[in-house]
Nanobody
Framework: QVQLQESGPGLVEPSQTLSLTCTVS??????????WSWIRQPPGKGLEWMGA???????IYNPSLKSRTSISRDTSKNQFTLQLSSVTPEDTAQYYC??????????????????WGQGTQVTVSS
């Protein structure tokens, strides 16, 4: 069973870069699933797909966040990472990582994905 765990700072100052890591266990990011995504949910709002890295390392981003988002991976550690630059309080959200067999951009529920992490809260505040 593939399991995912998000990690990173819970508090980020405005204008700084948010960095989160997703550690995958029980499977490989190069063989299990085709896409590894980052999703977020601001307070009181719906789920927003941020971007994904494919099994081959190709990245795809939500156009609305593309200028500030970077997703990379470390295959030796079986991890993939999210970086979101120039954050504002509007980036405060619960952040999730997830794996899927197809690219899912319109996220209705985390259960749309084959596997997902429990999420990590990130607050942007000075």
């Amino acid at each position: 069973q593939v399991q995912l765990q998000e990690s990173g700072p819970g508090l980020v100052e405005p204008s700084q870069t948010l960095s989160l890591t997703c550690t995958v266990s029980g499977g490989s990011i190069t063989t299990n699933y085709y896409f590894w995504s980052w999703i977020r949910q601001p307070p009181g709002k719906g789920l927003e797909w941020m971007g994904a890295i494919g099994r081959s390392g190709t990245t795809i981003y939500n156009p609305s966040l593309k200028s500030r988002t970077s997703i990379s991976r470390d295959t030796s550690k079986n991890q993939f990472t999210l970086q979101l630059s120039s954050v504002t309080p509007e980036d405060t959200a619960q952040y999730y990582c997830a794996g899927s067999l197809r690219l899912i951009r319109d996220v209705r529920s985390l259960s749309d994905f084959a596997s997902w992490g429990q999420g990590t809260q990130v607050t942007v505040s000075s």
